[in-house]
């Protein structure tokens, strides 16, 4: 099952972007969602989670504070509101859903890629100096 994303792009460090995930034809509305990203000559790493009901959210610590993930069960979307960009924000962003609907983790499990099945293809985010 294919997520999309959208919403990249070229900013200003200092600048904000609103990355959206949809899944055209499957509703993941009631599953975990997750964003990770991978910058050049880097491993893919965590950056947000957010769990089925939408009440719990986990962030990567070089990004709370500045990134709030949120999700639209209506609209079966999750987006990623990115503030006060900096550089070494520049990645690939994608989008994850777990496979098990309506179903709760451990707290750990969040953070890892391995806790998801269904991937986007990635949508750039360049952030500039």
């Known amino acids: 099952v294919q997520l999309v994303e959208s919403g990249g792009g070229l900013v200003q460090g200092g600048g904000s972007l609103r990355l959206s995930c949809a899944a055209p034809g499957r509703t993941f509305s009631e599953n975990v969602m997750g964003w990770f990203r991978q910058a050049p000559g880097k491993e893919r790493e965590f950056v947000a989670a957010i769990s089925w009901s939408g009440g719990t959210t986990y962030y990567a610590d070089s990004v709370k504070g500045r990134f709030t993930i949120s999700r639209d069960s209506a609209k079966n979307t999750v987006y990623l509101q990115m503030n006060s960009l900096k550089p070494e924000d520049t990645a690939v962003y994608y989008c994850?859903?777990?496979?098990?609907?309506?179903?709760?983790?451990?707290?750990?499990?969040?953070?890892?890629?391995?806790?998801?099945?269904?991937w986007g293809q990635g949508t750039q985010v360049t952030v500039s100096s």
């Open positions: 994850a859903a777990d496979n098990n609907p309506r179903r709760t983790y451990v707290a750990g499990r969040y953070y890892s890629p391995g806790l998801y099945r269904h």
